[in-house]
């Protein structure tokens, strides 16, 4: 676990970044992926499906078909093992080294904004 903090950053920089919440509709093996990995197609409600390389084995894909997910939506794609990452899956990781998903305690609609 990382303990050093990040330099202090304005407000403006942090608002510039596009959190939304997502449905994960879809999950497929990744075995390409350098770590392990599945490609997981996100519902955006009203912004469209997108499509992440997530780091998220810890869970089956039955887990995590249906769940809410905090999403970066505004970051550039990624190329990863010739797989087009579209937005980030935001996680944690617990004292296992598992990444554990970031998600809302309570049902919010596909699209809404994080802040």
Same mark, same amino acid.
């Given at each position: 676990?990382?303990? &050093?903090?990040?330099? #202090?950053?304005?407000?403006?920089?942090? !608002? !510039?970044?596009?959190? $939304? *919440? +997502?449905?994960?509709?879809?999950? =497929?093996?990744?075995?390409?992926?350098?770590?392990?990995?599945?490609?997981? @197609?996100?519902?955006?409600?009203?912004?469209?499906?997108?499509? %992440? %390389?997530?780091?998220?084995? $810890?869970?089956?894909? @039955? #887990?995590?078909?249906? %769940?809410?997910? *905090?999403? *970066?939506?505004?970051?550039?794609? $990624?190329?990863? !093992?010739?797989?087009?990452? @579209?937005?980030?899956?935001?996680?944690?990781?617990?004292? !296992? +080294?598992?990444?554990?998903?970031?998600?809302? $305690? %309570?049902? *919010? &609609?596909? +699209?809404? =904004?994080?802040?």
């Amino acid at each position: 676990m990382d303990t &050093t903090p990040k330099p #202090e950053t304005v407000y403006d920089t942090f !608002a !510039a970044v596009d959190m $939304r *919440v +997502g449905r994960v509709v879809d999950v =497929q093996p990744f075995p390409r992926a350098r770590n392990p990995a599945y490609k997981v @197609e996100v519902d955006l409600g009203p912004l469209g499906r997108r499509w %992440s %390389s997530a780091q998220v084995t $810890r869970y089956k894909p @039955e #887990e995590l078909l249906g %769940s809410l997910v *905090v999403v *970066v939506l505004n970051l550039p794609p $990624r190329n990863i !093992a010739g797989f087009r990452s @579209e937005v980030l899956i935001l996680g944690a990781r617990n004292e !296992a +080294g598992d990444v554990i998903v970031l998600t809302p $305690r %309570s049902d *919010v &609609t596909p +699209g809404e =904004q994080v802040f």
